[in-house]
């Protein structure tokens, strides 16, 4: 079982909602990253936080708003979003930032997300 | 564009003999993999990693193979069971670089 947990596993939206996934980790780890998976495709990294604080932002748009109030918690704020956002948000965590290698960086279940 | 890629997007297998995944990577200065897998409706779950400096590593009943050469990555899972169907990726870092790169998966089959 991944020690990476993500809330909700389900969360269906309109694009004039506002929502938020969470993320937590035990592990003492201090990188937490967001991806996105679509179906059939492999997880693309959308941000890294390292130490709390943002490090990486992969072009993402606004309407996604990442934020690490503490070293364990990581959100992801959504905000008129599109049906196209639909997908499989990934939160994973790892030790240090993914620059290093052996640096094991572990997934959680995912959130599906559904815009209507 | 991906500097990851898999050879075959689907590999089916009969129940207990050995399979093999494939991956081509392109980026030379790449040097630390990682092989995961992903159940239907599930996270990626970290099965195996290799780093640069090693061409095998082995654990329970899986092996890794680098051959740095070709830039090949393949993980040999032994004796396969049902519970071993799941869509495996690779991934790569490159040294000092951010972020996952991932293949496209392989979806392996157990057939009974």
């Known amino acids: 079982d991944t020690e990476v947990t993500q809330t909700p596993k389900h969360l269906v939206m309109g694009m004039t909602n506002k929502k938020s996934l969470k993320c937590e980790q035990h592990m003492g780890h201090r990188a937490m990253y967001w991806y996105k998976q679509k179906a059939k495709k492999p997880p693309e990294l959308m941000f890294v936080?390292?130490?709390?604080?943002?490090?990486i932002n992969e072009s993402v748009p606004s309407r996604f708003s990442p934020e690490c109030p503490n070293s364990s918690l990581l959100n992801l704020h959504l905000h008129a979003l599109q049906p196209e956002d639909s997908a499989l948000y990934l939160c994973?965590?790892?030790?240090?930032?993914?620059?290093?290698?052996?640096?094991?960086?572990?997934f959680g279940e995912g959130s599906w997300l559904t815009v209507v | 564009g991906e500097s990851v890629g898999l050879h075959l997007p689907t590999l089916s297998v009969q129940e207990g003999d050995n399979s093999i995944i494939n991956c081509a990577y392109s980026?030379?200065?790449?040097?630390?993999f990682i092989w995961y897998k992903q159940e239907s409706g599930k996270g990626p779950q970290f099965i195996i990693d290799i780093r640069s400096n090693m061409d095998k590593r082995q654990g329970q009943r899986v092996t890794v193979l680098l051959n740095k050469t070709v830039k090949h990555l393949s993980l040999q899972i032994a004796a396969t069971q049902p519970g071993d169907s799941a869509v495996y990726f690779c991934?790569?870092?490159?040294?000092?670089?951010?972020?996952?790169?991932f293949g496209k998966g392989t979806h392996l089959i157990i057939q009974p």
């Open positions: 991934a790569e870092i490159s040294g000092g670089a951010d972020g996952l790169t």
């Open positions: 980026n030379s200065a790449s040097d630390y």
């Open positions: 994973a965590s790892s030790q240090e930032r993914q620059g290093a290698a052996g640096n094991t960086i572990y």
């Open positions: 936080y390292s130490y709390e604080k943002l490090s």
